[in-house]
């Protein structure tokens, strides 16, 4: 197991301490969500089940003997635990590196407390190095990534990808991403979009980088 892993590990670890008894916990989805997903499997007689945001998480949560839900039977979440791929010192959040973005934010809305799992390399002052995701109608590709250019970086069509809702992603590259909340209500105001990996909004209220508690 890689440093990297090893603080992921500890990070998802330290969430399974918010999981209440008797609840269904959102689950998002990536490299570090799966280690959270190992040990709620290892707590699963304790909660009521899962929901999920994404195809590969639901079969992980089935494997570990995790009963999913489907939002729409269950309403508001008590918690949410998902990773990102950049965090702020505000706990703003780049997400959707796995593409799992509308699921995710959908999730985190529906959600009263949002805990954030992630190895600290991926803590920056200024969101924008990774590049941003952006899930969109797959006939507006073009139109949206004229509209994205706009904003001064340079969107790339992750060709090959189709979402869990049959979409497709835009990556924009090169942005500095200084206004995270004016940005993501501008980008989700483009006709085409579904949504825009930016978590700012609605932030997480948890950061938990590696052995490190933010928020
Ligand atoms: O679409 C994927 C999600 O937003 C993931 O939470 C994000 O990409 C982080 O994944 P990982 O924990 O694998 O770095």
Redesign the pocket.
């Known amino acids: 197991m890689t440093d990297r892993d090893t603080q992921?590990r500890q990070a998802a670890e330290r969430a399974l301490t918010y999981v209440e008894d008797g609840k269904i916990v959102g689950v998002?989805?990536?490299?570090?969500?799966?280690f959270f997903i190992e040990g709620l499997g290892r707590m699963r007689d304790r909660i009521a089940g899962a929901v999920s945001s994404?195809e590969q998480s639901t079969a992980l949560l089935q494997q570990h003997g995790i009963e999913v839900f489907d939002l729409n039977a269950v309403g508001p979440l008590t918690l949410y635990v998902?990773?990102?791929?950049e965090c702020d010192p505000q706990r703003r959040l780049i997400?959707?590196?796995?593409?799992?973005?509308t699921r995710?934010k959908i999730i985190a809305a529906a959600s009263a407390r949002f805990v954030c799992?992630?190895d600290p390399a991926?803590c920056v002052d200024v969101l924008g190095a990774f590049a941003l995701?952006v899930e969109v109608i797959p006939m507006a590709r073009s139109h949206v990534a004229r509209a994205l250019a706009a904003f001064g970086g340079q969107p790339v069509w992750r060709d090959g990808v189709v979402t869990d809702n049959g979409n497709w992603i835009l990556d924009v590259h090169g942005l500095r991403i200084t206004d995270p909340v004016g940005l993501e209500r501008e980008i989700n105001q483009i006709v085409g979009v579904v949504s825009v990996?930016l978590f700012a909004a609605r932030p997480a209220d948890v950061v938990i980088a590696g052995d490190r508690v933010l928020g």
């Open positions: 992921k998002g989805t990536g490299s570090t969500v799966k994404s998902d990773g990102a791929d997400k959707g590196g796995g593409a799992a973005l995710e799992v992630v991926k995701p990996g």
